[in-house]
């Protein structure tokens, strides 16, 4: 697979958030996964996607940033720290959904649930309530408040998985799969509150995800993992998916709006660069075909 280099990933003004330099992981069966190539770098309010198939290490990476694992080479930094080695220094600071948010819903209700963050930080019982319900608010579940988590659609515990990780306002928020089971009302709007995070919060969104049609909704850059761990590709969404070809050897089928526009082209070379939104394609294509705009 080709290699697009950048050198100083997304933003590169604003302050280094993760570095991630060739680390390695065996688990205990044995699978080892080399995560090298590239350096991945995520900066203050950077939207960032992890691709690759599976098996390719997108989890493994996740959980050295959570410090979850540890590298048995490389090195991992997390505002400036060994995530591993420092993770009671930084905890607060970050926010993270797991895939199977099972794991992460503990409490006998939904509020609750959400509100063990500011509890456990010390925070008072009025100020826990207070971001808790604010958190629900934000992702539009508050008449869950008293439900049991265990009761609720796939979709639910993820949005209250998802205010539990918000409730602290984290810097850096950390994603594996957040649209799983999600309607696609419930996914364009998380879309948008995680846009509103990132531009008017300032908050590092880093993602790792299989809906390869909401990265260029979400990204402002991303990273693709080839089979066995290399960090093989990095770029705009606009620079990777103008590579069908690259991706394809990395198992990942481009979005249809940028698969159409490159079959376009293949046919016609006049045709437009690949748009990654409707509203980019009906203005490429209005513009390619002469079509008077509509009044």
Sequence with gaps: MKEHTHDHGPLAGAEEIVRISCIRHTYEDGTSVHLCGLDFLAHTGARIAVLGPNGAGKT????????????????VKVFGVSPADEWPSIRRRIGVVLQNVDEQLLAPTV?????????????????????????LGLLG????????????????????ALAGALVMDPELLVLDEPFEGLDPTSRTALLGL?????????????MSTHDIDSVPEFADY?????????????????ELFASADVLAEGNIEPPILAELFARLKERDASAPSPALSVTQAVEALTAWKGCPEPR
Excluded: C, N, W
């Excluded at 408040?145 to 979709?155: F, K, T």
């Design 60 to 75: 493994t990476m996740l959980f050295h940033i959570l410090g979850l694992l540890r590298s048995q080479e490389g090195e």
């Design 111 to 135: 509020i609750d649930d959400v509100a063990f963050s500011p509890r456990q930080y010390g925070l008072s019982e009025p100020e826990a309530l207070e971001r808790a319900h604010r958190a």
């Design 141 to 160: 579940i508050e008449q869950l408040a008293d439900r049991v988590p265990h009761g609720l659609s796939g979709g639910e515990k993820r949005k209250v």
């Design 194 to 206: 995680m846009g509103t995070l990132a531009t008017e919060r300032g908050m590092t969104i880093v």
């Design 222 to 238: 991303a990273y693709v993992l080839a089979p066995g761990g290399r960090i093989a590709l990095s770029g705009t969404p606009e």
